[in-house]
């Protein structure tokens, strides 16, 4: 099976994300996506030549980062499933408003003409606040599964939501037969 993975701007979760994308990789083939921010933007976590040429070494391959490289994605059935991991609330926003402006969004409507599964690991610091609402609407929305989440700190940050990352694969193993892991808030 060919996976997309997807990573969005939400670089404080690379280090258990990463090692993730490893596992799936000796499971699955995959094509890794890269959001904008992902490729352009350097940061105290690393800097987008590290984050590429890691995920080249985990699947093989370079990370797809434009919309023209991944619009092929559906009118080719080149994926089984995507994942979006993390899934930044800026991504959660557009994609609960069919929003296709970027490499990840655009994966993601171009994969859906197929009524295949995208799995959502959520990281958002004010995913109880403003991207509460997009949760929701993906959440009622065919195809959408969600990694399991919970808040990530919460005297701290008592709106911010992480994916339990290490439950991502079995998310995914589920997901391909169309059910959704359970419980989704941890």
């Known amino acids: 099976m060919t996976i997309g993975f997807a990573l969005c701007g939400s670089f404080c979760t690379f280090s258990a994300v990463f090692p993730v994308m490893r596992k799936l990789s000796e499971e699955y083939d995959l094509i890794p996506i890269f959001s904008q921010a992902v490729s352009t933007v350097s940061s105290r976590f690393g800097t987008p030549e590290e984050f590429g040429a890691r995920a080249e070494d985990i699947c093989g391959r370079p990370p797809l980062d ?7 994605i559906g009118p080719k059935k080149l994926l ?15 994609l609960s408003h069919s929003i296709a402006d970027t490499p ?25 606040a403003g991207a509460a609402e997009n949760i ?22 008592p709106t911010s939501l992480v994916a339990d990352f290490s439950a991502l694969p079995e998310a995914l193993r589920l997901a391909l037969e169309g059910k959704q892991l359970q419980p989704i808030l941890l």
């Open 66 to 72: 434009t919309i023209a490289q991944v619009e092929p």
């Open 80 to 94: 089984d499933a995507l994942v979006i991991a993390p899934c930044t609330g800026n991504t959660l926003a557009k």
């Open 104 to 128: 990840v969004t655009m994966a993601a409507k171009s994969h859906l003409r197929n009524a295949r599964p995208i799995v959502v690991a959520v990281s958002t610091n004010d995913g109880l």
């Open 136 to 157: 929701g609407r993906l959440l009622a929305r065919k195809h959408y599964y969600f990694v399991p989440f919970r808040q990530d700190d919460p005297v701290g940050k």
